[in-house]
T-cell receptor, first 114, second 109 residues
């Protein structure tokens, strides 16, 4: 199994630009999570999907952030417009079942907004 | 908040020594998990202990859970340089999972 695949690994963009992060979960997993990790705030859960349906998006910081899961094998996290304070490492994770089981993380996308 | 807090924030030991990290949390849980994160990588699951378990072993890892004190500990025995990483506890409730702030472990060869 290839594991959770995220792309791109690194993204550098200018303030105001749209950023799209992509995630392919492990085949057969029906829960998907987006996290953000910074030195100041640690690891924060942004949104959780179960069977492609957003279950908890209370961690999404503001309307500039949106996430979609059009099918069981693909999810996107979009930031529009991006701001320097969005600079962080964004992780996608997937798990089997309701979600609060063992999570398998991707390698992350390091985002830098200049 | 149910978020776990690890203690210490950083730990530096010599290769071969044991490393102990602690996690405290605030509310009741279904299970508690430990993850490792190597620099520049995603988190990797190490071990899961359920709320009705008190101790669990996996290779050189030993995890204890004391629900009365709302705390858990992770012991790594006979540490190796490759164990250098950040270690996070994650507490799981009915419909949520919270990661702690992590312990940065450095094992000196």
């Amino acid at each position: 199994d290839a594991g959770v695949i995220q792309s791109p690994r690194h993204e550098v963009t200018e303030m105001g630009q749209e950023v799209t992060l992509r995630c392919k979960p492990i085949s057969g997993h029906n829960s998907l999570f987006w996290y953000r990790q910074t030195m100041m705030r640690g690891l924060e859960l942004l949104i959780y999907f179960n069977n492609n349906v957003p279950i908890d998006d209370s961690g999404m910081p503001e309307d500039r952030f949106s996430a979609k899961m059009p099918n069981a094998s693909f999810s996107t996290l979009k930031i529009q417009p991006s701001e320097p304070r969005d600079s962080a490492v964004y992780f996608c994770a997937s798990s089997l079942g309701q979600g609060w089981n063992i999570q398998y993380f991707g390698a992350g996308t390091r985002l830098s907004v200049l | 908040s149910q978020q776990g807090e690890e203690d210490p924030q950083a730990l530096s030991i010599q290769e071969g020594e044991n490393a102990t990290m602690n996690c405290s949390y605030k509310t009741s849980i279904n299970n508690l998990q430990w993850y490792r994160q190597n620099s520049g990588r995603g988190l990797v699951h190490l071990i899961l202990i359920r709320s009705n378990e008190r101790e669990k072993h996996s290779g050189r890892l030993r995890v204890t859970l004391d629900t009365s004190k709302k705390s858990s500990s992770l012991l790594i025995t006979a540490s190796r340089a490759a164990d250098t990483a950040s270690y996070f506890c994650a507490t799981t409730g009915a419909n949520n999972l919270f990661f702690g702030t992590g312990t940065r472990l450095t094992v000196i060869p």
